[in-house]
């Protein structure tokens, strides 16, 4: 009986531990708040993912997009725009994917108060295949990058 209680005791105290390391190990929450992300295939099939949010490791608040075209082989050439609100602030006339395909990823400066829409324009040069994509970010929590418009 004394071996059985034993045996819960130390169960229940590893089951402790565990989840308070588990607990310690979790990602501090960042004050710009989550990113979106949306994702789709291109005009001829390939796989791509748009993810924005904000961040204040600027110089202040800026918007900052990753996009990723999964091109399942190296040596495609691609023209890649990121645009913030319509404006572009990224261009590669050629992006050359490797073997694990495109991943472009770049802050826009910012500022409070105004939605972003992030954008994502490609075009593959040899089969014309054509990617786009947005995501729309409301305005930046005040605890991001405070102190900054």
């Known amino acids: ?8 005791a130390l169960t ?40 924005s949010q ?10 900052g997009e990753e996009f990723q075209i999964n091109t399942e082989g190296a040596g495609q050439h691609w023209t890649v725009v990121l645009s913030d609100n319509g404006k572009p602030f990224f261009t590669n006339n050629d992006d050359v994917s490797t073997a694990t395909g495109i991943n472009e990823t770049h802050p826009n400066p910012t500022v409070h108060h105004i939605t972003n829409v992030m954008s994502a324009h490609a ?8 990617i786009g994509g947005s995501v729309t970010l409301l ?11």
């Not at 009986?1 to 819960?8: F, G, Q, T």
């Not at 904000?54 to 918007?63: C, H, I, K, R, T």
């Open 1 to 8: 009986m004394r071996i059985r209680i034993l045996a819960v």
């Open 12 to 51: 229940v105290g590893v089951i402790a531990l565990t989840s308070a390391t588990a607990a310690s190990a979790a990602p501090a929450r960042r004050p710009c708040g989550p990113p979106v992300m949306t994702s789709g295939v291109g005009s001829l099939g390939t796989a791509w993912t748009l993810k």
């Open 54 to 63: 904000y961040d204040d490791d600027g110089p202040g608040l800026v918007a």
């Open 123 to 130: 075009v593959r040069h040899d089969t014309g295949e054509v």
């Open 139 to 149: 305005p930046a929590p005040p605890a991001c990058a405070p102190g900054t418009p």
